[in-house]
């Protein structure tokens, strides 16, 4: 099987949830199922003048140049003007059997939809985000228009499309996707990195960390003012901030002022954030949509409880009082209120931690890529189109 796939900000280093799970997916079928997969995608000039493609895991990847706009949309999005045609030029090489769309919320997706129509192969869709209308401000509207436009036009035009969760599966219907043609493949974590540290050092302070794209939608400003709470009471919680973004230097000037300085450290973009969890004392994650966080399923397998807000996707893997705590969307005083109660009572932090490596047990890369590959052999089962001639770009 040939598949060309679609994926934006996939790159050797990248640190973002849909572009890690491509990565594992992609590779598995490279490697266990004799799946040629090709990915195509934008990545940002900076980026991209570094790594304009490679053969990594027996897949091939090429990237083209592009604008991002993450910071000027407040919401993670890419406009590379030459995409459509070196998919095309590279679809004319491959030849593919399906078409594959990792992500449907950026230009990717369309790339996807206007090329599977074009070659006549069917299209398999990945989505892996739920609900969007919570997120913080003017980007509420805008995301909430793109999803229902954009994303659900290409999800209507996917032959099938895997969830990574059930409250993406729900969210799909929602845009008018039939139910039968939706497969769910949850997120995976890689257990031989992600596990329990074999001696936690031992220490006074609370040590929370939060892993991610420092974008709105991940609340990370949530997490600044809730340590500043949690300290003005007292507490000596201490955050690390792994990821970086368009409001790095706000959230740094934040962490200078008086009640957080000397109390938050920033390590940047990192290719493992596996030493970063498993080090922690707790995990935060007050996000104002998920689908399936990859950084909540790798901070569970570390034995590192987690504190996250209540969205749907945080949902499916934090159980309150089991293996962390969950508070409203974008109330940093109740995430502040968990972090003392955590501070205070250190036994129930040793619990959860048990309890979150239970959690995290069920979750495999190796079944998310089956999952997908029957997915992909489904939707070519069922295609009638005869193949065409590809049109002229």
């Known amino acids: 099987m040939r598949v060309l796939a679609l994926c934006d900000y996939y790159d050797e280093s990248g640190v973002g949830g849909a572009e890690i799970a491509a990565r594992e997916i992609y590779t598995r079928l490279a490697r266990d199922y004799s799946v040629e997969v090709t990915v195509v995608g934008g990545l940002p000039k900076r980026q991209w003048k ?11 990847r090429l990237s083209v140049p592009g604008h991002d706009l993450t910071r000027l949309l407040g919401a993670q999005m890419m406009v590379a003007p030459s995409l459509g045609k070196a998919a095309l030029a590279e679809a004319r090489t491959l030849l593919p059997d399906l078409v594959h769309i990792n992500g449907l919320h950026f230009q990717s997706a369309g790339v996807g939809i ?26 509420s509207l805008a995301a909430t228009a793109f999803d229902r436009v954009w994303a659900g036009r290409a999800a209507r035009l996917s032959n ?31 257990r031989s990195r992600f596990r329990p540290a074999l001696a936690k050092a031992c220490s006074a302070e609370l040590r929370a960390v939060i892993v991610g794209r420092l974008t709105p939608n991940k609340g990370a400003a949530h997490a600044l003012e809730a ?15 792994v990821g970086d973004g368009p409001l790095e230097a706000r959230l740094r000037r934040r962490a200078a002022e008086p009640g957080l300085a000397g109390a938050v450290t920033f390590v940047g973009r990192v290719a493992n954030v596996a030493p970063w969890l498993a080090d922690a004392d707790v995990a935060l994650r007050p996000s104002y949509t998920e689908g399936l966080p990859l950084a909540v399923i790798e901070a569970l397998a570390c034995g590192t409880p987690v504190v996250c807000s209540a969205v749907p996707g945080n949902l499916e893997l934090v159980r309150h009082g089991s293996n962390g705590l969950v508070v409203p969307i974008g109330d940093a005083s109740a995430l502040s209120h968990a972090l003392v109660n955590l501070y205070d009572n250190r036994r129930a932090l040793e619990r959860m931690s048990a309890e979150a490596v239970r959690t995290a047990e069920p979750f495999s890369w190796t079944s998310s890529a089956e999952t997908h590959l029957a997915a992909f052999e489904s939707a070519l089962s069922l295609q009638k189109l005869p193949r065409q001639k590809m049109m002229a770009a």
Do not use: F, Y
Request: aromatic share 0%; net charge positive; proline share 7%.
């Open 114 to 139: 206007r090329l599977s129509q074009m070659l006549a192969v069917p299209v398999v869709s990945t989505a892996h985000l739920a609900e969007v209308a919570a997120m913080p401000g003017p980007t």
């Open 50 to 60: 570094l790594s304009p493609g490679s053969i990594e895991g027996g897949v091939q």
């Open 227 to 241: 340590v500043a709470a949690a300290r003005a009471s007292g507490r000596d919680v201490r955050l690390v901030v």
């Open 160 to 190: 099938r499309v895997v969830a990574v969760s059930k409250p993406v599966s729900d969210h799909l219907v929602r845009l008018g996707v039939d139910p039968a043609r939706i497969d769910i493949a949850h997120n995976g974590v890689d």
